[in-house]
């Protein structure tokens, strides 16, 4: 019976770490707290369910990656920052370089609305799409293809879903936008 009092210890020591963890969670950081020395080893060895092999992050994407694991953004649920990170592991593997040689920017990827100074007790940067990044609206769901400047994103009856990297539908209309203007009116 040795044995069984050995699993028994050691099934005690996994349940506290396990509830220290998740008590770290509900709090909103990363199981893994402490600060990155090296921004351009940020490895993606936690990548869900043991999907793909160890492999560093895009070095033009790595500080921000590092910066996402480490905290949760302010006013994002805890539940949308853990999906938005094991998207983001997922994506870098399989388009990081290529969405760096097509341009894309971290911002363009992990980016967020700037809350306001007072922000009202319902307020969400989610809810801001037209500056929310790709990684935070995968939400679970693959990239299919990427170009310079739009993500095709698979749903799951199988259809596709356009995401704009600029001209983002919700700034409006056509000819609502200063950018739809020049000297001569409208483009």
Same mark, same amino acid.
């Given at each position: 019976?040795?044995?069984?009092?050995?699993?028994?210890?050691? *099934? #005690? !020591?996994? =349940?506290? $770490?396990?509830?220290?963890?998740?008590?770290?969670?509900?709090?909103?950081?990363?199981?893994?707290?402490?600060?990155?020395?090296?921004?351009?080893?940020?490895?993606?060895?936690?990548?869900?369910?043991?999907?793909?092999?160890?492999?560093?992050?895009?070095?033009?994407?790595?500080?921000?990656?590092?910066?996402?694991?480490?905290?949760?953004?302010?006013?994002?649920?805890?539940?949308?920052?853990?999906?938005?990170?094991?998207? *983001? #592991? !997922?994506? =870098?593997? $399989?388009?990081?370089?290529?969405?760096?040689?097509?341009?894309?920017?971290?911002r363009d990827l992990f980016g967020l609305h700037t809350p306001p100074a007072k922000p009202a007790p319902n307020y969400r940067r989610l809810s801001r799409y037209d500056e929310t990044g790709l990684i935070w609206l995968l939400r679970g769901r693959p990239v299919v293809a990427l170009t310079a400047d739009t993500a095709a994103i698979e749903n799951p009856p199988g259809a596709v879903t356009v995401y704009r990297r600029h001209n983002k539908p919700a700034l409006g209309p056509m000819g609502d936008s200063l950018d739809d203007l020049d000297r001569g009116g409208l483009r």
């Open positions: 019976m040795p044995e069984a009092a050995d699993l028994k210890s050691l *099934a #005690r !020591r996994v =349940l506290q $770490r396990d509830t220290a963890r998740d008590r770290v969670f509900r709090n909103c950081f990363a199981a893994e707290a402490r600060p990155r020395q090296h921004f351009e080893d940020v490895s993606l060895s936690r990548f869900p369910r043991g999907e793909t092999p160890r492999q560093p992050a895009p070095p033009s994407y790595a500080r921000s990656f590092a910066a996402l694991e480490r905290q949760c953004p302010d006013h994002v649920a805890p539940y949308d920052w853990q999906q938005a990170i094991e998207d *983001a #592991r !997922r994506f =870098l593997v $399989r388009w990081g370089e290529q969405a760096d040689l097509l341009g894309w920017t971290a």
